[in-house]
């Protein structure tokens, strides 16, 4: 460890010029005192390694390791290093939403090599912040380069990122790129380019993210280059895991394409390019990437459940993927989400005592109030001291409304795909309908079923959001069909509350009714019975031509069941929406 009163003097100095630091981007600027390391091991305390200093979007502060300050040599920068950190706070990526966005856009532009994004989305960002600090407010950027610079740090990459610098601050060759023998043409124009790309992009930053991460791609596709490349830039990471411990961030499902049209085309080539150069191992581990990230949302503008998951996981490397895969399926749903039918009845009223009137011959006998008579005067005389009391209703006879439980069974079998790798649309729809339940008061019970083999259920009938949406979004992949024993425990008895039976599934249900059950009853007549006890209310959506199993399906029918044909999984969502209205119209 350096020397303690070397560092707690760089303690004193560096807190002298936190606020001329701050004066750089704003008088007004309200932002608390960076939390200063004595010592690595304090750092890593704070999440801090490989670099000097670092910024978490979470909580706002800024971290600098003063150790690491002293061993770089570069204690005499401190109002550029505290000026860049603030610039990541107030500039670039700003704030959580901002941060996922730009990662959004530059992982569309690496295709295959998607975890490099938090990398490459840290530099750009420091291209910006320092340009803007070396040329505006004529802070040495250029000389806290000069001084991180050692021959362990230089690579292709590395004289990459110095020749862009070079050529923003039209210094001369060699002079942040010092290590000639990895200087060449293709570097030379490639930093032009860079440079010209930061200075366009500088007032609209997340728009120029792509189209940086197209230029950095050649440079990134190889493994081994890369990993060697990070070894070295380490010390340039401040940002990376910037939103590390965030919570949720709405508004991510959606694919931000704005002005995206010639890195898409470069996009196309690039996933040429790198299908090319990979050998045929390598082709099969993406091939698996590709799967995961696979399934469109509702409408293209929508990216697939991996994908988001592996955005908000480098947004926040601490994200929970189940509270991830809940946060998707209603972020797309929510705007789908209507009030939920209800059932009507009128209001018991009690008569309540409101006054007192005087009773008088012509009134009947036992609408008397003697004791309120004999204390208004002792004396009775009709029409003149005699009481009656008049009572009012504790109703306003208005109509009130109960909304029906829905009860949601979804087919889980091997032939359905996992939501939280493949868009999956028979957990959109019961999401619009849970949630839309749920918000109109009603109770949920939600199922899986792929059987014979598994099954997965709420507790019951529910009005915990989380609860439905975690069991509405896993996986069995068991199993032929949705097991129609899964509706005995719930309606084996006529429950408190009416209920509509909603079952999502395809042409296998009718193998699973005709199944043995082993029992006496069969599955026909458990279906009978639980529709019966439901209150009548049941929905079997097939994914099927119509009128297929037409036998089948009129016996059905005249047990009560009302049968949907979909013909395609993306017209789950308007019966979702439909379901609703033409059950309840009255709503």
């Known amino acids: 460890m350096h020397n303690q009163s070397e560092i707690e003097k760089t303690l004193a100095l560096w807190k002298s010029h936190w606020q001329p630091a701050k004066l750089e981007w704003n008088p007004l600027l309200r932002l608390q005192e960076p939390i200063w390391c004595l010592s690595n091991e304090e750092a890593v305390k704070e999440g801090l390694t490989g670099s000097f200093a670092m910024i978490r979007l979470t909580d706002h502060r800024i971290v600098i390791n003063l150790e690491e300050i002293v061993q770089r040599g570069i204690t005499d920068y401190a109002t550029e290093v505290l000026a860049h950190e603030i610039g990541h706070h107030i500039f670039t990526p700003a704030n959580l939403y901002d941060n996922a966005i730009l990662l959004n856009r530059i992982r569309f532009a690496l295709p295959g090599i998607e975890d490099r994004a938090p990398m490459v989305s840290n530099l750009y960002a420091d291209f910006l912040i320092n340009d803007k600090l070396q040329r505006i407010h004529k ?232 004791l309120q008579s004999a204390i208004l005067s002792p004396t009775l005389i009709p029409g003149l001291t005699t009481q009656k009391r008049t009572f009012g209703s504790d109703s306003d006879n208005s109509i009130s409304k109960s909304p029906l439980n829905v009860y949601i069974g979804i087919d889980c079998s091997g032939s359905m795909m996992n939501p939280k790798q493949n868009f999956s649309w028979p957990v959109l729809a019961a999401a619009v309908i849970g949630l839309s339940a749920l918000r109109a008061g009603a109770a949920v019970m939600g199922c899986l079923s792929g059987e014979p083999g598994d099954y997965l259920e709420t507790d019951g009938f529910i009005t915990d959001e989380t609860d439905l949406l975690t069991t509405l979004t896993s996986y069995l992949g068991t199993g032929y069909a949705y097991g129609m024993e899964r509706l005995r425990k719930p309606f084996e008895e006529k429950p408190n509350k009416k209920s509509h039976i909603v079952i999502v599934t395809d042409n296998d249900i009718f193998s699973m009714l005709d199944a043995n059950t082993g029992t006496e009853q069969s599955h026909w007549e458990l279906a009978e019975i639980a529709l019966k006890n439901a209150g009548g209310h049941g929905t079997m959506v097939l994914h099927s031509q119509p009128d297929y199993h037409k036998d089948f399906v009129i016996r059905l029918e005249k047990m009560g069941w009302k049968v949907c044909y979909v013909t395609n999984e993306a017209e789950l969502l308007k019966f979702a929406l439909e379901f609703s209205q033409q059950n309840y119209a009255y709503v």
């Open 139 to 370: 802070l040495r950027m250029s000389e806290v380069y000069q001084a991180i610079n050692s021959e362990d740090t230089f690579s292709e990459f590395w004289t990459l990122m110095m020749r862009t610098y070079e050529y923003l601050w039209r210094l001369n060759r060699g002079e942040l790129a010092t290590n000639l023998s990895f200087h060449s043409k293709k570097i030379d124009s490639d930093a032009s380019l860079l440079a010209s790309l930061v200075r366009s992009y500088s007032k609209n930053w997340i728009h120029g993210g792509g189209r940086f991460a197209v230029m950095l791609y050649p440079y990134l596709m190889d493994d081994k280059t890369f990993q060697d490349s990070r070894k070295k830039i380490l010390i340039l990471l401040d940002a990376e895991d910037a939103g590390k411990g965030a919570m949720d961030i709405a508004g991510m499902t959606q694919l931000d394409l704005e002005g995206y049209d010639e890195v898409i085309d470069m996009r196309k080539e690039a996933l040429s390019l790198k299908e090319e150069e990979d050998d045929k191992k390598k082709k099969q581990s993406l091939g698996i990437e590709k799967n995961r990230a696979g399934g469109e949302g509702p409408r293209k503008g929508y990216m697939g459940p991996g994908n988001y998951i592996d955005l908000m996981k480098q947004v926040n490397p601490n994200a929970d993927e189940q509270r991830l895969v809940n946060a998707y399926y209603k972020e797309i749903a929510l705007p789908h989400l209507i009030d939920f039918p209800v059932e009507i009845s009128e209001n018991v009223s009690l008569d309540l005592p409101e006054g007192l009137e005087t009773w008088d011959i012509g009134d009947s006998i036992e609408e008397v109030d003697w």
